[in-house]
């Protein structure tokens, strides 16, 4: 974290997402640095609350966006929480011109796979098209996993996990494949 921000330059990071999977381990490492977070299990949804929003992104430096609807569901609130939420999150980033750090998705590489990944494929197409400056970086995350995933996300590494405990994995194939 320390090579990512220069504690001397930095005055606040907005963490959107931050009681998320990645935003809850993410903030512990964030302690030395002034931080905000925003999340929809506190009430805070982004679309509701974009004049709040609109305030943190300004009174921030750097906006990590990793809020977003996971798993299974309507298409409609992956539209809404992860399409655009990433829409209002970038026009008050590029109106204030700070940087943003955007948790994107390895489904965007199959975007017809589930409305999730739709969603994650659109919303980067939304940061791509307004944050078109070297103001943004952009996180394709692969398998996230760790202490306190929700077994019910679908995530391989759970799977496999779960697996071994009850002392069966599935193998489909020869079980020779492999991946990035």
Not at 18 to 37: E, N, Q, R, W
Request: glycine fraction near 10%; include cysteine.
């Amino acid at each position: 974290v320390q090579r990512v921000f220069n504690q001397n330059i930095m005055s606040r990071i907005l963490v959107t997402g931050h009681k998320g999977f990645i935003g809850s381990h993410l903030m512990p490492m964030l302690a030395d640095y002034d931080t905000v977070g925003m999340d929809l299990r506190d009430g805070k949804d982004l679309l509701l609350f974009r004049n709040e929003l609109d305030q943190q992104v300004f009174g921030s430096d750097v906006v990590i966006h990793l809020a977003a609807k996971v798993g299974q569901g309507d298409k409609g609130d992956f539209i809404r929480h992860n399409v655009l939420g990433t829409a209002a999150v970038c026009e008050a980033v590029d109106k204030y011109k700070k940087k943003l750090i955007y948790a994107s998705s390895a489904a965007i590489y199959e975007p017809t796979v589930s409305p999730y990944a739709q969603s994650k494929t659109l919303a980067e197409q939304i940061v791509q098209k307004v944050m078109w400056t070297n103001r943004v970086t952009i996180l394709r995350f692969f398998n996230v996993y760790g202490v306190g995933m929700n077994p019910n996300y679908g995530s391989v590494m759970w799977n496999f996990i779960r697996g071994v405990y009850e002392g069966v994995l599935p193998i489909n194939g020869d079980g020779k494949q492999t991946r990035d």
